[in-house]
């Protein structure tokens, strides 16, 4: 089991940058993969979250293409945070901001594929 503990949102520009954290509590961190998701405010239903991007035990990535070239997922198992950096950002990003950990055994995309989630943080982008 792991607890998962998001943090760095905030209200920024179009076109500035913000870096996420995600902090997991548990032994095993390494052996999951690791995602962010997002839900903008009246997306329904609300256990509904959109995919951003993944980054499986072993390191390889994936991303949603409205934010490919624009945000980069990592991870630091020795100190068991996964982070997403976000540049070039655009009101169409704002969002609740989810980190979230899977068991499947290839890279998930899709929301209820993950056993585990933090509790979000508030991305606003103004224009």
């Known amino acids: 089991q792991v607890q998962l503990v998001e943090s760095g949102g905030g209200l920024v520009q179009a076109g500035d940058s913000l870096r996420l954290s995600c902090e997991a509590i548990?032994?095993?961190?390494?052996?999951?993969?690791m995602g962010w998701f997002r839900r903008a405010s009246g997306k329904e239903p609300e256990y509904e979250r959109d995919?951003?991007?993944?980054?499986?035990?072993?390191?390889?990535?994936y991303y949603a293409d409205s934010v490919k070239g624009r945000f980069t997922i990592s991870r630091d198992n020795a100190k068991k945070t996964l982070y997403l950096q976000m540049d070039s950002l655009k009101p169409e990003d704002t969002a609740v901001y989810y980190c979230?950990?899977?068991?499947?055994?290839?890279?998930?995309?899709?929301?209820?594929?993950?056993?585990?989630w933090g509790q979000g943080t508030q991305v606003t982008v103004s224009s």
């Open positions: 979230a950990a899977s068991t499947e055994p290839y890279a998930p995309t899709v929301w209820r594929q993950y056993d585990y």
């Open positions: 548990g032994r095993t961190f390494s052996r999951y993969n």
């Open positions: 995919f951003v991007a993944v980054t499986t035990s072993g390191g390889t990535t």
